[in-house]
């Protein structure tokens, strides 16, 4: 979907009498940054098409004239519909981005702001965009696992909605579709998520879970492994090609741990750290000072369910000391 070079605003007629119109000073425009990461990295996905499609917004602001950008009554409900139909045209090309990907496919995950290893240490503003998201539920990588599966139509209306609380007539604005037509789809994303069960375990719980899970793969326990999975569990790795991961899914809680105990083996020196993963609790790998994998977890019933991998290094670059890619 093209983007006009002034788009109509949500909640345009809420402006207050007399209203200034002169040009939007540099620290209103620039405060909604913050929004923009969370809204386009849950869009995405990803950590650096968000960072993509934000810059781009600004872009198009800054290229309209002063008189143009005056004339703008809502500055943040322009640059979340700019924003947002950038998210659209990059869901698009993703899908044939993403069909062309060697193996599985995993979001990108993210570190909570105070074990970001390259994280601002103190700094006024953060320096990074991974520490600008908002570390709550609706970035579960069970739920962006499950929003991966739906059309971006789908995708675009549940995250404006259910997560950000826009009325169905303001997203109908920013998407060019009716209020019926983005009630309809977000409905439709609904039954998707539930249909999928996405884990809701309690962070301490889950702690717990993870932490018994770490130490029976340290000592290579099998059974112990086999214990802490439930018998139908999967885990999905994401090597995109370029380290080695598991082309599809493992599926089977003896296939599980036998997989992870084949790989410590192979890498004598590995380091397991528990680390928040998505602002749930999760492991990261370190091989030879460098992080290898981050490991999410869904949890149900007292037992793993599913673990997501990441271990494409484009994906890690917040979890390196860094921002480098290694090798």
């Not at 540099?26 to 913050?34: A, H």
Request: glycine share 10%; aromatic share 6%; proline share 8%.
């Amino acid at each position: 979907m093209s983007t006009p070079s002034t788009p109509s605003e949500p909640g345009h007629d809420r402006s207050e009498p007399g209203h200034d119109r002169s040009e939007p000073g540099l620290s209103v425009v620039v405060g909604e940054r913050r929004q923009l990461v969370n809204l386009s990295y849950r869009l995405l996905g990803s950590l650096a098409e968000a960072e993509d499609a934000v810059q781009e917004t600004y872009a198009r602001w800054y290229a309209m004239t002063p008189g143009q950008r005056a004339a703008v009554l809502s500055p943040g409900a322009w640059l979340t519909t700019v924003a947002t139909r950038v998210c659209l045209d990059l869901l698009g090309s993703a899908r044939a981005r993403r069909e062309r990907y060697v193996g599985e496919w995993i979001p990108e995950p993210l570190p909570d702001r105070t074990e970001w290893i390259g994280g601002p240490g103190g700094q006024a503003e953060p320096a990074d965009p991974a520490d600008w998201v908002t570390l709550d539920e609706s970035v579960n990588m069970a739920l962006l696992v499950v929003l991966e599966a739906m059309t971006p139509a789908e995708r675009v209306a549940f995250i404006l909605h259910d997560v950000f609380r826009y009325p169905f007539p303001e997203v109908a604005e920013i998407v060019g579709r009716t209020p019926a037509a983005c009630r309809q789809l977000a409905s439709s994303a609904r039954r998707r998520v539930r249909a999928a069960q996405v884990p809701t375990a309690p962070r301490a719980g889950q702690a717990g879970l993870v932490r018994h899970f770490k130490e029976a793969w340290e000592a290579r326990d099998i059974a112990a492994l086999v214990g802490l999975l439930a018998p139908d569990a999967s885990m999905t790795a994401d090597g995109g090609g370029t380290v080695g991961a598991a082309l599809r899914p493992v599926v089977g809680a003896e296939r599980i741990a036998q997989y992870l105990v084949h790989f410590a083996e192979k890498a004598p020196g590995l380091t397991l750290l528990e680390r928040t993963v998505n602002g749930r609790p999760g492991l990261v790998a370190r091989y030879a000072g460098v992080t290898a994998t981050v490991a999410a977890f869904g949890v149900d019933g007292g037992r793993i369910t599913h673990i997501w991998a990441v271990r494409n290094p484009e994906k890690l670059r917040t979890w390196t000391e860094d921002g480098r890619l290694p090798g």
